[in-house]
């Protein structure tokens, strides 16, 4: 399956059977009228097709990023994961530094992998309280964490 057709999404033209997780690519540069830029990052955990996070684990990670990253940086848009659960994706503005998002990225799995509970995992400030697993996400951060040299690397 070739799309031949340019789609309106940028990772929608990019060919997934050839990429190789993990890495951390560049996806998207906005700028506003008023010269503010936001940078957006694939961050892909995992092989597309050919594995996935489950959803719980998936979802504590959320959490503990998006808490997380931003005592690294004040310049932290969004970090969302991607629908198939393979990656996030994660946007910045007014930064960029490619190497320190790899930093705060670095930064941010470590505290993942120091953490003893996942914040906000409560039904007053979650929507699924019920499905999370600190263990799950430890597992997925350390994973990502041992081949932090290949992040720069999207193709084999
Ligand atoms: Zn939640």
């Avoid at 540069?29 to 995992?46: L, M």
């Avoid at 959320?62 to 004040?74: I, K, L, P, T, V």
């Avoid at 007014?94 to 039904?123: Q, R, W």
């Avoid at 400030?125 to 040299?149: N, T, V, Y």
Wanted: overall charge negative; glycine content about 6%.
């Amino acid at each position: 399956m070739k799309a031949d057709k340019k789609m309106n999404v940028e990772s929608f033209n990019l060919d997934h059977t050839i990429v190789k997780a993990p890495y951390v690519r560049l996806a998207g540069v906005k700028e506003g009228i008023n010269g503010d830029v936001i940078h957006k990052y694939d961050v892909r955990f995992c092989q597309p097709n050919k594995e996935h996070m489950e959803m719980p684990a998936l979802h504590s990670l959320e959490h503990m990023m998006a808490e997380f990253s931003r005592n690294y940086s004040d310049k932290i848009v969004d970090i969302s994961p991607m629908g198939c659960q393979t990656g996030f994706y994660f946007s910045l503005i007014n930064h960029d530094d490619f190497e320190d998002v790899l930093h705060i990225l670095e930064k941010t799995l470590s505290d993942v992998l120091g953490a003893t509970e996942v914040p906000a995992c409560n039904e007053v400030q979650c929507g699924w309280a019920a499905s999370h697993s600190l263990e799950g996400a430890k597992a997925i951060a350390k994973k990502m964490l041992d081949k932090r040299s290949e992040w720069p690397q999207v193709f084999a």
